[in-house]
T-cell receptor
Framework: GQQLNQSPQSMFIQEGEDVSMNCTSS?????WLWYKQDPGEGPVLLIA?????ELTSNGRLTAQFGITRKDSFLNISASIPSDVGIYFCAGHGLGYGGSQGNLIFGKGTKLSVKP | DSGVTQTPKHLITATGQRVTLRCSPR?????VYWYQQSLDQGLQFLIH???????AKGNILERFSAQQFPDLHSELNLSSLELGDSALYFC??????????????FGSGTQLSVL
């Protein structure tokens, strides 16, 4: 089935640093979504991307829908302590029915503060 | 607050038992999705209901079932519980019935512990 490979699995940040993470797939996706999950909470939608090449910002967050439609990245600029959490990419594949076309999630990138 | 309400927040039960998880979607949303989140598998799509009808099934076990009622709330029933069913169960909702290009909004989840 369709799978998303998200990297890195984890990273440590220092306040003020820029952060990058990405997601790749072996198949084409119609939509890319980026979510953030805090402990004990559900994923919260950060950015939604609908067209290949689309670049969208939400405050200090910027995400892009790859031209090949098989990848997406998320950048966080000038990170702050509250950016800590787990970031998930998610995508809608082609077609619909069965398990197709539903939102598929990457395994997440865990952002922690550098000790 | 996403507007999606899930109850209970925590559930502790024993193997072999049956439990029911409840979800109320955002006002105006007709679709409800159930996801299971475990440490090793990430967020896995279980099932999707739209306006009372099942639309798609993912990796949902036969011991699990769901339904969506006329008032659009949904219940996920888990029976003959096993230790491996311990996980976070999330409900999400969206406005329409075809998830492609839809934004999914997640509840805070139900943490199920099977002892």
């Amino acid at each position: 089935g369709q799978q998303l490979n998200q990297s890195p699995q984890s990273m440590f940040i220092q306040e003020g640093e820029d952060v990058s993470m990405n997601c790749t797939s072996s198949s084409i996706f119609n939509t890319w979504l980026w979510y953030k999950q805090d402990p004990g909470e559900g994923p919260v939608l950060l950015i939604a991307l609908y067209k290949a090449g689309e670049l969208t910002s939400n405050g200090r967050l910027t995400a892009q829908f790859g031209i090949t439609r098989k990848d997406s990245f998320l950048n966080i600029s000038a990170s702050i302590p509250s950016d800590v959490g787990i970031y998930f990419c998610a995508g809608h594949g082609l077609g619909y029915g069965g398990s197709q076309g539903n939102l598929i999630f990457g395994k997440g990138t865990k952002l922690s503060v550098k000790p | 607050d996403s507007g999606v309400t899930q109850t209970p927040k925590h559930l502790i039960t024993a193997t072999g038992q049956r439990v029911t998880l409840r979800c109320s979607p955002r006002s105006g949303d007709l679709s409800v999705y159930w996801y299971q989140q475990s440490l090793d598998q990430g967020l896995q799509f279980l099932i999707h209901y739209y306006n009372g009808e099942e639309r798609a099934k993912g990796n949902i076990l036969e011991r699990f079932s769901a339904q969506q009622f006329p008032d659009l709330h949904s219940e996920l029933n888990l029976s003959s519980l096993e230790l491996g069913d311990s996980a976070l169960y999330f409900c999400a909702s969206s406005e329409r019935g075809r998830p492609t290009n839809e934004k999914l909004f997640f509840g805070s989840g139900t943490q199920l512990s099977v002892l």
